[in-house]
């Protein structure tokens, strides 16, 4: 299997608590990207990195989202205290490089549901 | 304020027809444009690209044509094969940038009749 690989699949929390979304990205792809998409909405650009400059934060929606990404491999986005408008399908993309024409690959994407 | 917008929800065509699929965008900075399908519980993938200074990109049944001064690119699926019925995203880069982030449309759920 050598796609992006997401855990967990699915995720059902109550509001307020704090959950990870892992994605494990293709072997050496130096890009990564985190999406959502909400019900209903098309998919919502939240935090790029690529190798070891500084990450692009500029979709996160509030201070509530952060990500790592560990070198050029595994990258986690945690949610603290969740709200139900979090409640979306968080989809990880990785590419080789982060040029326009480098194809994103997704992975299947994390259903996160807050109660 | 939704920079990359296909404003049909849905579309039914029937095997062996032409599936067209449209999409608007508002950014003129925007320079690269792709097409993602995306089967139910799967993640997007890839199918095909356009630079904004080509006006045509074919790759076997599926062709993408801009129209930069209208703001308007689309899809054409010929012939269709029911295997095409998915949702297709459109999106968008502004590739000059130092990220390739990707600005998606709200997707179109295409049904390919047998």
């Known amino acids: 299997g050598a796609g992006v690989s997401q855990s967990p699949s699915n995720k059902v929390t109550e509001k307020g608590k704090d959950v990870e979304l892992r994605c494990d990205p293709i072997s050496g792809h130096t890009a990564l990207y985190w999406y959502r998409q909400r019900l209903g909405q098309g998919l919502e650009f939240l935090i790029y990195?690529?190798?070891?400059?500084?990450?692009?934060k500029s979709g996160l929606p509030s201070d509530r989202f952060s990500a790592e990404r560990t070198g050029e491999s595994v990258s986690t986005l945690t949610i603290q205290r969740t709200q139900q408008e979090d409640s979306a399908v968080y989809l990880c993309?990785?590419?080789?490089?982060?040029?326009?024409?480098?194809?994103?690959?997704f992975g299947p994407g994390t259903r996160l549901t807050v109660l | 304020d939704q920079q990359v917008k296909q404003n049909s929800p849905s579309l039914s065509v029937q095997e062996g027809r032409i599936s067209i699929l449209n999409c608007d965008y508002t950014?003129?900075?925007?320079?690269?444009f792709l097409w993602y399908k995306k089967y139910p519980a799967e993640g997007p993938t890839f199918l095909i690209s356009?630079?904004?200074?080509?006006d045509k990109n074919e790759d076997g049944r599926f062709t993408v044509f801009l129209n930069k001064s209208a703001k308007h690119l689309s899809l054409h699926i010929v012939p269709s094969q029911p295997g095409d019925s998915a949702v297709y995203f459109c999106a968008a880069s502004a590739g000059g940038g130092a990220t390739n982030k990707l600005i998606f449309g709200t997707g179109t759920l295409l049904a390919v009749q047998p």
């Open positions: 990195f690529q190798g070891n400059s500084a990450p692009d």
């Open positions: 356009i630079s904004s200074i080509k």
């Open positions: 993309a990785s590419s080789f490089r982060a040029g326009p024409t480098d194809t994103q690959y």
């Open positions: 950014n003129s900075m925007f320079d690269y």
